[in-house]
Nanobody, 127 residues
Framework: QVQLVESGGGLVQAGGSLRLSCAAS????????MGWYRQAPGKQREGVAA???????DYADSAKGRFTISRDDARNTVYLQMNSLKPEDTAVYYC?????????????????????WGQGTQVTVSA
């Protein structure tokens, strides 16, 4: 299986910054799209930012101009740089990765795809 582990969450004051990391581990897998989601208490999980294998990015309106998603394929890691944090950013942040498994030099036909989620990291922004 593909396992994702988030880190970097914590408590910051409004206007501060945090950098979240998500490292993927496993064997014989390829990562295509990666993204960050968050879920505040009593609210539904929502997408925050995503990045494709080609480097295309997409952001929620609430994150544009403040958050930056990036990836390091050599380390199987995706990052979320969060600046100018607001109390409404308080949530558990989850990492997501989608891709395919392979065997040796071959990818399976039909593709054996995965959709992996991390356990989440708490981000708390005080007023």
């Amino acid at each position: 299986q593909v396992q994702l582990v988030e880190s970097g969450g914590g408590l910051v004051q409004a206007g501060g910054s945090l950098r979240l990391s998500c490292a993927a581990s496993g064997s014989d897998f390829r990562i295509d799209d990666m993204g960050w989601y968050r879920q505040a208490p009593g609210k539904q999980r929502e997408g925050v930012a995503a990045v494709t294998s080609s480097g295309d990015t997409d952001y929620a309106d609430s994150a544009k101009g403040r958050f930056t998603i990036s990836r390091d394929d050599a380390r199987n890691t995706v990052y979320l740089q969060m600046n100018s944090l607001k109390p409404e950013d308080t949530a558990v942040y989850y990492c997501n990765a989608r891709g395919s498994y392979y065997s040796g030099s071959y990818y399976y036909t039909p593709p054996r795809r995965y959709d992996a989620w991390g356990q989440g990291t708490q981000v708390t922004v005080s007023a």
